[in-house]
């Protein structure tokens, strides 16, 4: 749930009330650890060591460069972001709504929906 259980501290990371991590703007994160740069700005590990960005945030190659977090979001394995059904995307950042199942954002800031997502005038309405 955002706390440290075992192992070392994430680089980069500080733990901040409540025990949640608030990586910033520049890190580098590979399946939910940080591995190299800065913190995430208003970023938070939930359970199962989860990156959840929100809303405004800027991804570009697995790395923050700008905005901030994604609601619901969470950054899997090989540094890319999973957002579900209900995301509101707009020229590759999050607007609103919820995370785009299976979807990853490219080095070009745009989202790459998983294969099967269904999108509607930039909107996640389900899978196939």
Known sequence: ???????????????????????????????????????????????????????????RGGRCVGGKQLAGGSLGHGGTLRPAVGAVIRGGRCVGGKQLAGGSLSN????????GAVIRGSRCVGSQ
């Open 1 to 59: 749930g955002g706390r440290c259980v075992g192992g070392k501290q994430l680089a980069g990371g500080s733990l901040g009330h409540g025990g949640t991590l608030r990586p910033a703007v520049g890190a580098v994160i590979r399946g939910g650890r940080c591995v190299g740069g800065k913190q995430l700005a208003g970023g938070s590990l939930g359970h199962g060591g989860t990156l959840r960005p929100a809303v405004g945030a800027v991804i």
């Open 108 to 115: 070009g800031g745009t989202l790459r929906p998983a294969v």
